[in-house]
T-cell receptor, first 119, second 113 residues
Framework: GAVVSQHPSWVICKSGTSVKIECRSL??????MFWYRQFPKQSLMLMAT?????????EQGVEKDKFLINHASLTLSTLTVTSAHPEDSSFYIC???????????????FGPGTRLTVL | GENVEQHPSTLSVQEGDSAVIKCTYS??????FPWYKQELGKRPQLIID?????GEKKDQRIAVTLNKTAKHFSLHITETQPEDSAVYFC????????????FGGGTRVLVKP
């Protein structure tokens, strides 16, 4: 149980284009999902908290107009990188919490990540 | 906001020896401290976690200790094996802040056979 998937697993795009990444909780409902970015040999940095049915909460320094987050259902959150540039190339990872599991209330289940390369 | 410091950044040990990674956190309201193992290009995998009402937790070769007064927690891996080689991250979260995780900088562990 508590499986999170991401699609696509990797994507290469041209500078200036937009890329959408999907994060799905496969066997549980997730009212909250998180989006992280990880540059090579660095740690995971939280970009935003995605809340089902409401606006996402962005961390300081993350441009909300560049990284559009939509959490339209209890099992799906999307991250759209708009007008991507080479400096946006990174590993994007989502995670979700399963509020139905009291034992693991705090635990976050991570997706496999999406590697974005912007040429 | 929360700040998590992790040391060392790299750790090389001989197979069979123990490995210890230490983290400190800044927000005294933090109440959940997970440890993750991440292999290259893969998702972080939870290996052990501890809550603020517990001082120590053990799972086979892995143990975590928490000192709330000093605001630090440590990961101990005993009888290390080559497959323990990976990057390890500590993290902390505060329930009042929506349980979002703040990660440490990571420790690259190499277990030499």
């Amino acid at each position: 149980g508590a499986v999170v998937s991401q699609h696509p697993s990797w994507v290469i795009c041209k500078s200036g284009t937009s890329v959408k990444i999907e994060c799905r909780s496969l066997d549980f409902q997730a009212t909250t999902m998180f989006w992280y970015r990880q540059f090579p040999k660095q740690s995971l940095m939280l970009m935003a908290t995605s809340n089902e049915g409401s606006k996402a909460t962005y961390e300081q320094g993350v441009e909300k107009d560049k990284f559009l987050i939509n959490h339209a259902s209890l099992t799906l959150s999307t991250l759209t990188v708009t007008s991507a540039h080479p400096e946006d190339s990174s590993f994007y990872i989502c995670s979700a919490r399963d509020l139905g599991l009291a034992r693991s209330y705090n635990e976050q289940f991570f997706g496999p990540g999406t590697r974005l390369t912007v040429l | 906001g929360e700040n998590v410091e992790q040391h060392p950044s790299t750790l090389s040990v001989q197979e069979g020896d123990s490995a210890v990674i230490k983290c400190t956190y800044s927000d005294s309201a933090s109440n959940y401290f997970p440890w993750y193992k991440q292999e290259l290009g893969k998702r972080p995998q939870l290996i052990i976690d501890i809550r603020s009402n517990v001082g120590e937790k053990k799972d086979q070769r892995i143990a975590v200790t928490l000192n709330k007064t000093a605001k630090h927690f440590s990961l101990h891996i005993t009888e290390t094996q080559p497959e323990d080689s990976a990057v390890y991250f500590c993290a902390a979260s505060v329930a009042a802040a929506g349980n979002k995780l703040t990660f440490g900088g990571g420790t690259r562990v190499l277990v030499k056979p």
